[in-house]
């Protein structure tokens, strides 16, 4: 939801021109893989009680993600295995934080961490879904699907647990119920614009 409205801005003050300058030393894939590297970082840091380590290497890992794309579009490498490696590293980093947070306090984050996953797997797969059965019409190597709930507003309730731990319960519920809420309106508007569809023709036989 909030890349809808900073991610112009964001794209064009804080990635483009590096992009431009990144594009002449690494590839895309690479980036991606610094990216999940970075992501996985968060692990130990957290285990370690260093958050800002922690919060710094989550930052890094959401820029280097969005920075992989630009690159790959700026050296015409789009391709099917780096939009696949880039969903995996994606769930990947998503899943190493989750466990980090729950490896925090084992006996009392049990559940809510495990809400957190079936949350965001259901999400994924909502996700997948639309982008397979809806036509591409973006920049992006297939159709994606805006939701209430993005990397950018995971990464934001990611950073309040780990920096705000006394707060994980609140956190942690709410991410829950905002990742199952957006892939029920996922879902709910690609019905309904496939049952629009679908009674497109039959309107326009019966005229």
């Given at each position: 939801m909030?890349?809808?409205?900073?991610?112009?801005?964001?794209?064009?003050?804080?990635?483009?021109?590096?992009?431009?300058?990144?594009?002449?030393?690494?590839?895309?894939?690479?980036v991606?893989?610094?990216?999940?590297?970075?992501?996985?970082?968060?692990?130990?840091?957290?285990?370690?009680?260093?958050?800002?380590?922690a919060?710094?290497?989550?930052l890094?890992?959401?820029?280097?993600?969005t920075?992989?794309?630009t690159?790959?579009?700026?050296?015409h490498?789009?391709?099917?295995?780096?939009?696949?490696?880039?969903?995996?590293?994606?769930?990947l980093?998503e899943?190493v934080?989750?466990?980090?947070l729950?490896?925090?306090?084992p006996?009392?984050?049990g559940l809510?961490?495990?809400?957190?996953?079936?949350?965001?797997?259901?999400?994924?797969?909502?996700?997948?879904?639309?982008?397979i059965?809806?036509?591409?019409?973006?920049?992006?190597?297939?159709?994606?699907?805006?939701?209430l709930?993005?990397?950018?507003?995971?990464?934001?309730?990611?950073?309040?647990?780990?920096?705000?731990?006394?707060?994980?319960?609140?956190?942690?519920?709410?991410?829950?119920?905002?990742?199952?809420?957006t892939?029920?309106?996922?879902?709910?508007q690609?019905?309904?614009?496939?049952?629009?569809a679908?009674?497109?023709?039959?309107?326009?036989?019966?005229?």
């Open positions: 909030l890349e809808n409205y900073f991610r112009p801005q964001y794209q064009k003050f804080l990635v483009n021109f590096f992009a431009k300058w990144c594009s002449q030393y690494i590839t895309p894939n690479k991606t893989l610094l990216s999940c590297l970075f992501g996985i970082s968060i692990l130990p840091s957290i285990l370690f009680h260093q958050n800002w380590l919060i710094i290497f989550l890094l890992s959401g820029y280097l993600d920075l992989d794309g690159i790959a579009r700026l050296q490498k789009t391709s099917n295995i780096g939009t696949a490696l880039d969903i995996l590293s994606d769930r980093v899943a934080i989750i466990i980090s729950f490896l925090v306090d006996t009392h984050r809510l961490a495990l809400c957190m996953l079936s949350s965001v797997l259901v999400c994924v797969t909502s996700f997948l879904i639309v982008g059965f809806t036509p591409n019409d973006s920049q992006k190597s297939f159709h994606y699907s805006p939701g709930m993005e990397r950018a507003e995971a990464f934001i309730f990611f950073g309040g647990m780990i920096l705000f731990p006394s707060m994980f319960v609140e956190f942690a519920i709410l991410f829950s119920i905002l990742v199952m809420l892939a029920g309106i996922r879902l709910y690609f019905a309904f614009s496939t049952v629009k679908s009674a497109l023709p039959s309107a326009r036989n019966n005229s």
